[in-house]
Structures are given as structure tokens and as C-alpha cells.
């Protein structure tokens, strides 16, 4: 038996004990009255007044020992309430010396024994948590008459006294039985509150956890939100001002992808220790997930309050972090927001502190800015040029048109570059770059590449089976990074490939350096995908990157177009010339297509030609144009042919 389980059955006794002394005294004037003159009435006060004395010393003893239980308290085992529960089975037995050995009738020792064996059987029950209580109630109980009775000399109180050793072990039984009950139930109890307790106490790690993040121990996004909303609500209540600091750190993806995640783990943990130290006792720091924190400042006096706490929360990032052997500078872009004459909703708050946070990283980065109203003006346009842009997408409003791809040597159109363009019913038409950026932030470019996509590929097979181009004409579809490493283009294409009856040869892909350095090996298995179906693909805007010639090494792609920077100066600056060549060499040595982008003079395009370049497109010939029209040169460029 553990101890829980002994103070438990300590508690069970007392608890019995104290509601059974309330009938002693009762009990025992009762049977005084029965038993009349037959005893005397000295003897009969005497039996009562000792049986009332043991009740209330019990009845003390045991209401002492339950309100130190109430208290908390641990009670060793002591000798007073079994002594007491003693006294009152001896008072009881102490009839039979004192007023029944000259009483005159059997019937009155029946009636004796009858009140002995109902105490007898509450002490069963009241004592069966603790074998101690139930010998001390039974042994003076059932002795002191079993003693007088057998020495009677009229033959029905032998009787009796034969009797009551029966009746002894009879009671001793049910009490191991009804002991054995309450101790299991008593050990349950103990084993359902032992797990009761671990499930709490797992329940808390819990949901600690869950409020956590597990990099930097700090409050998570769902701590955060859940915090900041009640300290919104006291302070619609109470007018109180609060706040929110919304930073990320500048250019932390050069980081992990130079130096690796781990590193950029303990850089995230760095930032963490160093930012809690710039705050006041009562903020909270959390981190939302990648390089992105937040601090709820309440409560705050002014606007000034909480600059101050973002002014001391950057310049704690000014010394360099030592991060896996190297020293790094590092800043970070914040965003204020409070609910000063704005708003007193949570995510509200949270959203306007983010917002300024990426005016302060479109400023130029490591800058705080503070939400105002123009900020938030700013914020209603991009929300309503979002749903706008989500509306065009969906209604067909954004279509793709075609930039001819020229081949120097010829002036034939070998192929065409496919473009979003918005037809927009007040600004007219809209090329990608009013719309792309915004595509990218809002989560809508996916949808964006499998618009144009779509329109290139059922384009292309619309003019193959118009015979309205050649096997040779090929149209380029640009694939957007987050398209590229997450929305699997391949698989994409060969349904839409088997749909549309598209030849693969057909087509190609466009894509950057920036969907292909965060994870080559990946970027190589869909590469290879879309060449198994017969796509071809070219890396885009080659020569801005940091590892171009690298990815020209690693992975299988067809063609490379150099970019507008080096073409627009090639003219003019002898080293833009010598990069064009070199890049031109390299690409011929490695059996590479080369498209030169951005071509806007016949200087440009000579100089592109006699450097060795194929092809080139640009507002030399012609800027992005609808498929009809293009459909148009293609007819009229096969009838000059013909």
C-alpha cells in the first residue's frame, strides 16, 4: 500500500467515524430507556454518560484530524482515534458487567445484544479502510459481554455468549471483504489521479509547445495572435495604447544559402537573444516563421515609445554575429504600427505593422517605418489592385501575347517569347512588369504561369494545325521560380501537352537563375522531365546570376539568352562586348543555342551578329503582340519564302 493510499484510508476512517458518533449518544439513551427499571438507573446513567464521553472524545479527535486534512497537512498515524474508537466499544460492553449480570429477563440481554451487534456492524463499515479501527471496535465491544455471558448459569445467555465469537468471525470476514473493496477502490482512485495528473502536466507541455517556436523558444504566430487580442480588447476598454513591431532581416537567404540552414538557424537564434535584450520587461518578442519577428509593445505612451523600442531592438543588431567561424553584419527591415486613431482590431494591427515593415524594405531596407495614412491608402490600393488582378485572371482578361524571336543571319522569325498581357478595360493594355511583382507577393503567380502557359501551348496548336507555322517555330513560356520548384511544370505541361495535341517539340521553357540556386539537384530532375517529353528548355537572363557558369555545368538545359544589361551597352562598352563573345563561344563550345534579349538598334543587332549571336529579340522588330498578329507575320513570311 503506497502512502497516498494509507492517508486516503486515514481519511475514509475518520470521515466514518465522525458521521457515526452522531448516533452514540442517541443510541445509547435508547436503550436505556428499553432496558427501564429492569437496571438500575444509577447503572443505566453510568453506561450512558461513558458512552457519551467516548462519542465525544471521538467526535473531537476525529473532527481535528479532518480539519488539518482541509489544511493541506500530512498526519503521521497516532494513537488517539483508534484509542477513542476503543473507548466507545468498551462503554458499549460495559453494560453487560455494570447493569445486565442482575437483570431478570433473557429478553432484556436479546435486546442488549441486539443494539451490540448493530454497533458491531457499523464499525464493519465504518473501520473497513482500516483493519486497526475495526479490532479496536469489536475486541471490548463483543468481549466484555461474550465474558459475562458465559459465566451466567441459566442456559439462553450461554447461549449467547456461544454466539457472539460466531457472530465475531463472521463480522471479521465481511470486513476483509469490504476491506479488500475499499482499498482497491482507494488504490483506482490513486492510480486514475496519478494519470490524471501526468495528462494534465502532459496537456500543459502541450500546449506549451504548441505556443513555442522550437528554433528560438520564443512565442510563436499562434501565441502571438492569441495575446495580442486580448490586449486589444483592454485596450478598446480602457483607451490604452499598444503596439506592434514587425521586423525580418535583410538578404537572410544569402545567408542560408551560402553558409547552409544550420547556420542560418543559429543566426535566427542569435537575433532572437539579442532583440529580447532591447526590450522592455513587459513586451513580447515572437517569431511568425523564416527570418520574421514580432513585438507586442504594451501598453505605450506614444507613436515615440514604440519607435524608441524599434530604434533599440536595430541597433542591438549592430555589432556582427559570429555565425559558424564568420563574422556577419546584419539588418533588418521594421515596420511600427499602433492603434492610435487606426484601428482596434488584431489582425488589423498585425497586418499594418507588416505593411510598414515592407515600406521600410522597398526604402531601401534596414530603415523603421511607421504606419500612417498614407501607408494605409497605399495598403487599400494593393488590396484592391490584388482583387482586381484575382478578377482579371479568372475572367480572361490577362492573355498571352508573343515577342518574335529573330534569327540575325535571316531576319526570319524562328519562334516567340510568350507574355502576359492584361487588357485592361481602363488603362488599357498592361505589360508583365505592372502586374508580375504583385502576382508574386499576393500568391497568384502560380495561377499567372498556368494562365499563360495554357494560352501559349493551345496558341501553338491552334497555328500548327492552321499550318500557319513551321516544325521549326518554337514558343517559349517563362516559369516562375515559385512555379518552377513547387508546382511541378512538367507534369503540368504533358497534360496539357495531351490535351491540346501540342507537339512538345514546340514548345520550351523559359527559366531563371533564381528557381534553380536554392536547390540544383531538384531543379535538374524537372529539367530532365521536360526534356524526356521533348520541351526544350533555356536559362533566362544569364550573366546576373552569382553561379551561372556553374549552372551552365550542372544542368541539361538547350539554350542560354543573355540579358538586356550587357546587350544595351555592347555598343558602347568594349567589356559588355568582350562578356556577349565570351558568353557566345562558351554556348557554341557546349552545343547551346544563344538568344540576345533586349535589342533595340540595328547597331546592337549587327554587333550581336558578328559576335556569333543566332538569335535576338527586342523592340528592334517588334514589342509583344497578339496571336493573330503573329499568326499574320508567319503567313506573310512563308509567302516571301515561297
Known sequence: ?????????????????????LTGIPSSFLLALILGNSVPLSRRIAFVLLVSGADILLFVASGRYLARRKRGEIIAPHWLCPFSTGMIAAAWGSLAVIGL?????????????????????????????????????????????????????????????????????????????VHNVVISELSLRESNDLANSQLRDANVLLTHQAMRDGLTSLANRAAFVSRLERAVSVARQTRATIGVVYFDLD??????????????????TSIAERAQGALRANDLLARLGGDEFTILLDPLRDDAEAVAVAERVASSFAAPFLIAGRQLNITASIGVATNLNFTDDAE?????????????????????????????????????DENELRSAISGGDITAWYQPEIELATG????????????????????????????????LVIMLDNLTVTNAVEARATLAAAGGADDTFRVWCNVSPNQFLRGAPAERLATLLDRTGCDPNHIGIEITESAIVSDVQAAAREINAARDLGIKV????????????????????????????????VTRDARDASIVRAVVTLANDLGLDVTAEGVETVEQAEVLAHLGCRYAQGYLWARALPIDEISRQLRAQHRHAA
Open 251 to 268: 538578404r537572410f537567404k544569402v545567408v542560408n544559402d551560402s553558409l547552409g540552414h544550420s547556420a542560418g538557424d543559429e543566426l535566427l
Open 101 to 177: 449480570p442482575g437483570a431478570n429477563h433473557v429478553e432484556l440481554r436479546a435486546m442488549y445484544m441486539l443494539f451490540v451487534c448493530a454497533t458491531s456492524a457499523t464499525y464493519v463499515v465504518a473501520a473497513a479502510a482500516r483493519r486497526l479501527y475495526f479490532y479496536a471496535s469489536q475486541v471490548p465491544l463483543l468481549g466484555l459481554p461474550m465474558v459475562v455471558f458465559l459465566q451466567s448459569s441459566d442456559r439462553p445467555t450461554r447461549l449467547l455468549g456461544f454466539a457472539i465469537p460466531i457472530y465475531f468471525v463472521v463480522m471479521t470476514s465481511l470486513h476483509h471483504d
Open 412 to 443: 526570319r522569325i524562328a519562334g516567340a517569347e510568350a507574355l502576359a498581357r492584361w487588357v485592361h478595360p481602363q488603362r488599357g493594355v498592361l505589360d508583365a512588369g505592372h502586374f508580375v511583382p504583385l502576382a508574386e507577393e499576393s500568391g
Open 1 to 21: 500500500m503506497s502512502d497516498r493510499v494509507r492517508v486516503a484510508c486515514a481519511d475514509h476512517v475518520n470521515r466514518s467515524l465522525w458521521r457515526s458518533t
Open 538 to 569: 533555356a536559362l533566362d537572363d544569364f550573366g546576373t546570376g552569382h553561379s551561372s557558369l556553374t549552372l551552365l555545368r550542372s544542368l541539361p538545359i538547350d539554350k542560354v539568352k543573355i540579358d538586356r544589361t550587357f546587350v544595351s551597352e
Open 348 to 384: 488589423a494591427l498585425l497586418s499594418q505593422a507588416d505593411a510598414a515593415q515592407y515600406r521600410a524594405k522597398q526604402g531601401g531596407r534596414n530603415r523603421i517605418e511607421v504606419f500612417n495614412i498614407e501607408l494605409r491608402a497605399a495598403i487599400q490600393r494593393r488590396l484592391d
